[in-house]
């Protein structure tokens, strides 16, 4: 048989499994048992074009959120009888703690990029609003660091570097280029 020359038969069984509502794969390998032949998945698929066939609705993914009681779901009913598949574990669902964001009393000095001296601190400022500039603090910095003592502070974790490192991953540089 030639690769691309489909049979009225295989057109006829492809044209039912279709209205039977099977994916492409499965339509695939239920004609390819039945009639001894090698179609791809992408061969029923341009197959059911030709023949002008509607593909098959799309499912969508479900939303991280899942609806609300008495609200339809997403899910299609086929799909619904994997409860489980592609939603995220009932930790991820539960609504997060509050952050306790942590300041600091220092008054900027506000100094543009192109004017910070080799010591000045570089914590940023601004530039949380559309074309809003950013400024930096300016303040003298720390030794073997970006920023003034009140700075450095406010961007490292609380508690000791081994304690730190315990709860994450600690990054060591191994070489610079």
């Keep these: 048989m030639e690769p691309g020359h ?33 179609y791809s998945r992408n061969a029923v698929v341009g197959r059911a074009k030709r023949l002008g066939l509607a593909a098959p609705v799309r499912m969508m993914s479900p939303s991280i959120v899942p609806s609300l009681p008495g609200e339809p779901g997403l899910l299609s009913t086929r ?18 703690k509050p952050v306790k964001l942590r300041c600091v009393g220092v008054r900027p000095r506000l100094i543009p990029l192109v004017e910070l001296e080799r010591d000045d601190c570089r914590y940023p400022y601004g530039g949380d609003k559309e074309g809003e500039e950013i400024a930096f603090c300016g303040h003298p910095r720390l030794p073997g660091s970006s920023y003034c003592a009140p700075h450095a502070r406010v961007t490292r974790s609380p508690g ?3 304690g730190r490192a315990a709860g994450g991953v600690a990054l060591r540089l191994v070489s610079a280029a």
């Design 160 to 162: 000791p570097a081994s």
């Design 6 to 38: 489909w049979s009225s038969e295989h057109s006829d069984a492809l044209r039912d499994y279709f209205l039977k509502g099977m994916s492409y794969a499965e339509i695939g390998r239920e004609i390819n048992a039945r009639f001894g032949t090698a």
């Design 79 to 96: 799909r619904a009888a994997l409860p489980y598949l592609n939603l995220p574990p009932q930790s991820a669902l539960k609504p997060a």
